[in-house]
């Protein structure tokens, strides 16, 4: 089954204690992303990535990092977390952006709800 | 990116087919209507998007206006399951997603 699969779907968690957030897809997608949404504020892209080993900032990347190195594995990390960084995070990955007619449909994971004492 | 307007809140019977209005007046010729659904707790999904052309798929049909200024997502026979917030989002090719508000449809039996 074509899937966006991430771990863990729930974390609590102290300020200043490193994690990570794993995703990986099974559908050879080039095109993977991370979004956290937080009412009021609808969905906010963090980083996406094109390919392996090309990846780029979204619209809210401070306190976050990435890495791509394989192309079905895309990990959210955060160095130090802050209280501010509690919100519910998804996964993405289409086919690419830019192909065919349009964007190529996102398909998303089931999210991460993160809350950061 | 083209604003959109949709209406906050929708209800729809069960088995009836809801149409989900979305204004984009601003839009430009190389922008594209997208609709995402978001069932409570769970991640987005696409349902289906168009340029000019009206489309269909499985899941709806997207009817889009010719001067392009609006467009209407249709669920030709509405579940419970089919409850949800929609999203209609207008962006050009290649561009990020940004999801607003949206509209909750409430289907009911």
């Known amino acids: 089954e074509a899937q966006v699969t991430q771990n863990p779907r729930y974390l609590i968690t102290v300020t200043g204690k490193k994690l990570t957030v794993t995703c990986s897809q099974n559908m050879n997608h080039e095109y993977m992303s991370w979004y956290r949404q937080d009412p009021g504020l609808g969905l906010r892209q963090i980083y996406y990535?094109?390919?392996?080993?090309?990846?780029d900032k979204g619209d809210v990347p401070e306190g976050y990092k990435v890495s791509r190195k394989e192309k079905r594995n895309f990990p959210l990390i955060l160095e130090s977390p802050s209280p501010n960084q509690t919100s519910l995070y998804f996964c993405?990955?289409?086919?690419?952006?830019?192909f065919g007619i349009g964007n190529q449909p996102q398909h998303f994971g089931d999210g991460t709800r993160l809350s950061i004492l | 990116d083209a604003k959109t307007t949709q209406p906050p809140s929708m209800d729809c019977a069960e088995g009836r087919a809801a149409n989900l209005p979305c204004n984009h007046s601003t839009i430009s010729g190389n922008e594209y209507v997208y609709w995402y659904r978001q069932i409570h707790s769970q991640g987005p999904q696409y349902i289906i998007h168009?340029?000019?052309n009206n489309e269909t798929n499985e899941m709806a049909s997207l009817i889009i206006t010719e001067d392009r200024k609006s467009s209407t997502l249709i669920l030709p026979h509405a579940t419970l399951r089919d409850t949800a917030v929609y999203y209609c989002?207008?962006?050009?090719?290649?561009?990020?997603?940004?999801f607003g508000a949206g509209t909750i449809l409430r289907v009911k039996s």
């Open positions: 989002i207008v962006l050009p090719w290649g561009n990020k997603l940004v």
């Open positions: 993405a990955s289409s086919l690419g952006r830019g």
């Open positions: 990535s094109m390919n392996v080993e090309v990846t």
């Open positions: 168009g340029l000019k």
